[in-house]
Nanobody, 119 residues
Framework: VQLQASGGGLVQVGGSLRLSCAAS????????MAWFRQEPGKAREFVAR????????YYADSVKGRFTISRDNAKNTLYLQMNSLKPEDTAVYYC?????????????WGQGTQVTVSS
């Protein structure tokens, strides 16, 4: 499975961005999907997760109410709508696929897309 994240960029505080993650080579509709982010020198941080159908999602407290994770299984694409962006949201954002929801690990990772929020 290959994951290609895109949509990052430079945005001002309070602005919005929508990230996309295009999947190829696997059974996208069978995977739980998630977004993570990582700032330089810090550990990778969980952002949001969505089940295979899109009917269930879960968010880190730091983004709850501002970010929305969604997916389009017909297009093999995962999304992250980010609103009311803050400087602390600045990071490289990664998408990840999880084959088994009972396992804590994520099996496939995208290459990351940079999000920079300027004040």
């Amino acid at each position: 499975v290959q994951l290609q994240a895109s949509g990052g960029g430079l945005v001002q505080v309070g602005g919005s961005l929508r990230l996309s993650c295009a999947a190829s080579g696997g059974s996208f509709s069978r995977y739980f999907m998630a977004w993570f982010r990582q700032e330089p020198g810090k550990a990778r941080e969980f952002v949001a997760r969505i089940n295979w159908s899109g009917g269930y999602s879960y968010y880190a407290d730091s983004v709850k109410g501002r970010f929305t994770i969604s997916r389009d299984n017909a297009k093999n694409t995962l999304y992250l709508q980010m609103n009311s962006l803050k400087p602390e949201d600045t990071a490289v954002y990664y998408c990840a696929a999880q084959i088994s929801s009972s396992s804590p690990q994520y099996d496939y990772w995208g290459q990351g897309t940079q999000v920079t929020v300027s004040s």
